[in-house]
């Protein structure tokens, strides 16, 4: 299975300000994915990310928002942009590895905005 | 829409209980579904799988979940359960071809030594 990092693990914004978090995978993968874990909630995709096209967004999501890179095959961030308290959130990465589009998951980005 | 319903938000069990997490989706096609644990302070894990053939799979440390097509169900079950159990478990359903996971809401385990 993939071993999933992500930087920074957590950290605390001020409103407006922006943060980008980092997902780097051990090994190559096609498909990365963003998701939002907001407080007593469930997993939400934020948006898809495959290398050398543009990032798929689900609906409610926007670039502007959450912009998106994936420069290689084993690499991707997510920016939070002009973060507001309703950000505040755990943020995660995955990859899909193997044949039944088993997803991993990385740790995690612990996002507090004040 | 397609959705993933968890009924129990938290339960608390004492030590060698019984356990039983239930687990409906709404979508009539072919479905493969999942349930992932996160321990405290670490990060999701996958549990056990289903993709088709035996309705009653096994997983990791013990849990075993049975899919059942009519009732659109695929309750996670567990003997006897351990201190070590306490965790989020989180259904998840893809539709079967496609990779957007929908995940259920959770449900919050304590077990009691």
């Known amino acids: 299975s993939a071993v999933i990092s992500q930087k920074p693990s957590r950290d605390i914004c001020q409103r407006g300000t922006s943060l980008t978090i980092q997902c780097q995978v051990d090994?190559?993968?096609?498909?990365m994915f963003w998701y939002r874990q907001q407080p007593g909630q469930s997993l939400t995709l934020i948006a898809t990310?495959?290398?050398?096209?543009?990032?798929?967004?689900e609906s409610g999501f926007v670039i502007d928002k959450f912009p998106i890179s994936r420069p290689n095959l084993t690499f991707s961030t997510l920016t939070v942009s002009n973060m507001s308290p309703e950000d505040s959130s755990i943020y995660l990465c995955?990859?899909?590895?193997?044949?039944?589009?088993?997803?991993?998951f990385g740790p995690g980005t612990r996002l507090t905005v004040l | 829409a397609q959705s993933v319903s968890q009924h129990n938000h938290h339960v608390i069990l004492s030590e060698a209980a019984s356990l039983e997490l239930g687990c409906n989706y709404s979508y009539g096609g072919t479905v493969n579904l999942f349930w992932y644990v996160q321990y405290p302070g670490q990060h999701l894990q996958l549990l056990l799988k289903y993709f088709s053939g035996d309705p009653l799979v096994k997983g990791i440390k013990g849990f075993e979940a049975e899919f059942i097509k009519s009732k659109f169900s695929f309750n996670l079950r567990k003997p006897s359960v351990q201190w070590s159990d306490t965790a989020e478990y989180f259904c998840?359903?893809?539709?079967?071809?496609?990779?957007?996971?929908?995940f259920g809401t959770g449900t919050r385990l304590k077990v009691l030594a």
């Open positions: 995955s990859v899909i590895q193997g044949g039944y589009n088993e997803q991993f």
């Open positions: 998840a359903v893809i539709l079967s071809g496609t990779y957007k996971y929908i």
């Open positions: 990310a495959n290398q050398g096209s543009e990032a798929t967004y």
């Open positions: 090994s190559q993968v096609t498909m």
